[in-house]
């Protein structure tokens, strides 16, 4: 129940900040958290972000990922919040 808690809630704020016009990075980047960070790896929120954008966006769901920029942005993700890095 956690983790779909987890989901429900990135998905949640994903679409706050989709419908305000950001980017997935500018939103992975202001959501909080919360009680999540203690998670592995928290700065992947990035992938759930962007995931969620792109059922917004009506994206198929095999659409491929840009993986440098993934990695990229991960580590954006991370800096912004001052985590480490953890893939």
């Known amino acids: 129940m956690e983790m779909k808690a987890y989901l ?3 998905r949640d704020e994903s679409r706050k ?3 305000a016009g950001l980017t997935s990075l500018e ?3 202001k959501i909080e958290f919360g009680t999540y960070g203690e998670w592995r790896a928290p700065a992947r929120l990035y992938m759930n972000v962007e995931r969620a954008y792109r059922e917004f966006r009506n994206d198929p ?3 491929p990922w840009d ?3 993934t990695f990229d ?4 993700v991370a800096k912004a919040k001052g985590i480490e890095v953890e893939f």
């Open 8 to 10: 429900q809630y990135v």
């Open 17 to 19: 900040h989709f419908d």
């Open 27 to 29: 939103a992975a980047k």
């Open 61 to 63: 769901p095999d659409a």
């Open 67 to 69: 993986t440098a920029a």
């Open 73 to 76: 942005a991960i580590y954006q």
